[in-house]
């Protein structure tokens, strides 16, 4: 497995990611991680839906709590069509755990703790600690990377503003192509 250093720090420290480097454009790889009951759930399975993919360490640090709850907030004003997943190494119950106890209700916890699927497609599992780097990818309905963040140092949240409006920009793209189908349609 291809490793790559220089991306990601720990309070300044650097670390090892384990995984191949993707870019926008890209088809985004599937995965298998565990839903909070232990069953398997297969990305592939929200083709058709524009995801956001946050990658967290762990919940139940103070960065990932605030960053998840944050994209919980996000996710209740973006509507059926955006679906938001966040990652750990997590385990399943405490996911589950920590969801009820923050009421966190938006967004789908998947836990990449059995394989590091998750963590090796996308490039962001952290060798020396084998957990995930805070990372957010946005795949449109296509199954297509338009736009990727690696956070450069583990303690800092990733920039919002930057992900929601990829995330515009995606659904702008996806309007313009369908009004550009329906014009064509009417000659």
């Known amino acids: ?7 990601i720090t720990m309070k300044g ?5 384990i995984g191949n480097e993707l870019k926008v454009g890209d088809v985004a790889p599937d995965f298998v991680a565990l839903n909070n009951d232990l069953s398997p759930i297969k990305f592939s399975s929200f083709r058709g839906k524009i995801c956001i993919l946050s990658s967290v360490p762990s919940l139940d640090t103070p960065v990932c709590d605030m960053e998840t709850r944050r994209f919980n ?3 209740g004003r973006l509507g059926a069509d955006v679906v938001i997943l966040t990652i750990s190494m997590d385990l399943p119950f405490a996911q589950k755990r920590w969801c009820a106890a923050t009421g966190t209700d938006k967004i789908q916890t998947l836990s990449d703790h059995r394989d590091a699927s998750f963590g090796t497609s996308y490039g962001v599992l952290i060798k020396e600690l ?8 946005l795949v449109d309905r296509k199954g297509t990377l338009q736009y990727i963040q690696i956070v450069k140092e583990m303690t800092s949240e990733p920039d919002y ?3 929601l409006n990829a995330l515009k920009n995606c659904i702008h793209s996806i ?13």
Request: no cysteine; glycine share 2%; hydrophobic share 45%.
């Open 175 to 187: 309007l313009n192509n369908f009004l550009r189908r329906e014009e064509m349609s009417t000659l």
């Open 130 to 137: 084998r957990l995930l780097a805070r990372a957010v990818f």
């Open 13 to 17: 420290n650097p670390l090892t990611l």
């Open 161 to 163: 503003e930057a992900v």
């Open 73 to 75: 907030e996000e996710a």
């Open 1 to 7: 497995m291809k490793e790559r250093t220089g991306i």
